[in-house]
């Protein structure tokens, strides 16, 4: 019974920014791994950032210096700093929880996360 609800999407100008939020309730070791994923119509889904409780780390080459992943003080809440927004990120983004991934080369693929939340739209205007 894990429940993920992400919010904080809108429209933006190429260059702007955006601070996506995720409140996930549910045992605390289904939510070990935490992350950000994105999905364009015609794209296949991709992982975006993701963060461990240790606080590690990983992210897309895509997002690099952009993007921050990080966790509240409040334990299971995520959030994601977007910075030098470009047309290309626009996407659904979706909070993604797993309470383990076979190997860390593994971390920000989307199939080894079981639960997700609804999506918040990010849309970049150039």
């Known amino acids: 019974q894990v429940q993920l609800v992400e919010s904080g999407g809108g429209s933006v100008q190429a260059g702007g920014s955006l601070r996506l939020s995720c409140a996930a309730s549910?045992?605390?070791?289904?939510?070990?791994?935490m992350g950000w994923f994105r999905h364009t119509p015609g794209k296949e889904r991709e992982g975006v950032a993701v963060?461990?409780?240790?606080?590690?780390?990983k992210y897309a080459d895509s997002v690099k210096g952009r993007f921050t992943v990080s966790k509240g003080n409040v334990k299971n809440t995520l959030y994601l700093q977007m910075n030098s927004l470009k047309p290309e990120d626009t996407a659904m983004y979706y909070c993604?929880?797993?309470?383990?991934?076979?190997?860390?080369?593994?971390?920000?693929?989307?199939?080894?996360?079981?639960?997700w939340g609804q999506g918040t739209q990010v849309t970049v205007s150039s």
């Open positions: 993604a929880a797993a309470d383990g991934v076979p190997t860390m080369a593994w971390v920000l693929r989307p199939y080894v996360y079981k639960y």
């Open positions: 963060i461990d409780n240790d606080g590690s780390s």
């Open positions: 549910g045992p605390p070791y289904s939510t070990y791994f």
